[in-house]
């Protein structure tokens, strides 16, 4: 199957529920770990924790670009995981694996820069005066290019995931469908967050802001993106049947990520 091709796709919601959450586990996990914490390693930096949404890195030993390019890594982690989303949209031939493609490519699309918006308007996340912007004194570079950047990005990515997804819906609720699979996500990032910063312990509070923002909030784009579905004339629907393998290991994945990372991990 092509991204032409004109089957719709009917999925089990709790299918949506378990590519997500491995989507989004896979998402965090990386960006902290193989982004933030591989950066940090061959930069002279000194890892101390892992968490779900946190890496700790001592800069002492680290020039000033290097500690700009340890807090930008992560990002540079879900801009390739986008791209790669992206690719198993375009070259599965199953639907089931195009969906995942399309939740990879959201997800990881709305987190890059919807991170650059939270870090020029809030000033928190990984592009803040702490972080990329380090030692740049300038407002608009520090602040008003990164938002410019951030929504227009953003809004790119809504339209290109909502002319990913348009092609595998049909009939005459496509608008209600691609709402459905957005809303199934959007929570399932929230719900995973949320358990994710209570197992924290001592510091819930600070993760629950870092996480549940980063995951209602950085994935809002979500929500929006039944205004721009456009129907299809599809020949037949395909309705596919639960995969309970996929539902074991997303359960898995989400109980070690929670479970494990959540309290965090010394390094």
Not at 180 to 200: C, Q
């Amino acid at each position: 199957m092509t991204p032409g091709s004109s089957a719709g796709l009917r999925l089990p919601p709790a299918d949506v529920v378990a590519l997500t959450a491995l989507a989004w586990v896979a998402a965090a996990a990386l960006h902290e770990g193989v982004g933030h914490g591989l950066a940090c390693t061959a930069l002279g930096g000194h890892p101390s924790n892992w968490s779900t949404f946190h890496f700790g890195c001592d800069p002492q030993a680290m020039s000033l670009w290097g500690r700009r390019i340890v807090a930008g890594a992560g990002t540079a982690v879900n801009v390739i995981l986008a791209a790669l989303g992206w690719l198993v949209w375009r070259g599965s031939g199953v639907l089931r694996g195009r969906l995942a493609g399309w939740i990879v490519f959201a997800l990881n699309g709305l987190t890059t820069f919807g991170y650059l918006v939270f870090s020029a308007v809030l000033g928190i996340g990984d592009w803040n005066g702490r972080g990329v912007m380090t030692g740049v004194a300038d407002p608009v570079l520090a602040r008003v290019a990164p938002a410019v950047i951030g929504i227009a990005g953003y809004y790119a990515v809504v339209r290109v995931a909502a002319g990913m997804l348009s092609p595998m819906l049909s009939g005459a609720d496509v608008a209600a469908q691609a709402r459905r699979y957005a809303v199934i996500a959007w929570m399932t990032t929230g719900v995973i967050s949320l358990a994710a910063a209570l197992a924290a312990g001592s510091d819930w509070r600070s993760t629950i802001g870092a996480s549940i923002g980063v995951a209602l909030g950085g994935n809002a784009g979500l929500l929006s993106m039944g205004r721009f579905i456009k129907p299809t004339a599809a020949a037949s629907t395909t309705t596919l049947p639960p995969n309970w393998l996929l539902r074991v290991v997303a359960i898995l994945g989400t109980v070690a990520f929670v479970a494990i990372l959540g309290p965090g991990i010394a390094l």
